[in-house]
Nanobody, 117 residues
Framework: QVQLVESGGASVQPGGSLTLSCGAS????????MGWYRQVPGKERESVAS???????NIADSVKGRFTISRNNANYTLYLQLNSLKPEDTAVYYC???????????WGRGTQVTVSS
């Protein structure tokens, strides 16, 4: 239905910045709200940020003021700008897309972000 591929993960020092991207393909007409989640081993996947079709955003308190989510509806690309990174931001970051018409969620395979000195 919808395929998502993340890119941009890397190892950075505390205080550094990264931009994550997520490209979508397949049934692009199905895509509604898109978002970023992250997960560390042994913990549940948590929501980082989401953005609706009309650009309304929700940002987790833990990253508010440091991370910015955006999307390009022309090419269905999702972005996450990560600034002032902290070691606790280390995780695998996943892109998600909710089906606008059916109760389905599509996931990418994730990209690793490591924040360490």
């Amino acid at each position: 239905q919808v395929q998502l591929v993340e890119s941009g993960g890397a190892s950075v020092q505390p205080g550094g910045s990264l931009t994550l991207s997520c490209g979508a393909s397949g049934r692009l007409d199905l895509i509604g709200t898109m978002g970023w989640y992250r997960q560390v081993p042994g913990k549940e996947r948590e929501s980082v940020a989401s953005i609706s079709r009309d650009g309304s955003t929700n940002i987790a308190d833990s990253v508010k003021g440091r991370f910015t989510i955006s999307r390009n509806n022309a090419n269905y690309t999702l972005y996450l700008q990560l600034n002032s990174l902290k070691p606790e931001d280390t995780a695998v970051y996943y892109c998600s897309a909710r089906d606008h018409y059916y109760p389905s969620v599509y996931w990418g395979r994730g990209t690793q972000v490591t924040v360490s000195s």
